[in-house]
């Protein structure tokens, strides 16, 4: 499997977009992913403003991980750790 594939920032920003985490899933980061999907769903239900940032949070690490690994050139698959 091809591990030095570049990771589209606006993809995983999509991602999280869509559902919180995925994104820094699609970059490598599952256990991160998985904390801040948790912690969006526990936000959401404690209350709507703290599932928000979670959830934006996501969106914008999502998109600065992507950069990174494109800068270091080295995007880990998906069952890597990063």
Not at 37 to 54: E, K, Q, T
Not at 64 to 71: D, H, I, S, V, Y
Request: hydrophobic residues 50%.
């Amino acid at each position: 499997m091809d591990t030095t594939s570049t990771k589209n920032p606006v993809l995983a920003a999509g991602l999280s977009l869509l559902i919180p985490g995925a994104g820094q899933m699609y970059c490598g980061q599952v256990g991160m992913g998985a904390a801040l999907l948790i912690a969006a769903i526990i936000g959401y239900w404690i209350f709507i403003v703290p599932g928000v940032i979670v959830h934006v949070g996501s969106i914008a690490w999502a998109y600065m991980k992507a950069n990174q690994l494109n800068r270091e050139g080295a995007a880990p698959s998906m069952g890597a750790r990063a």
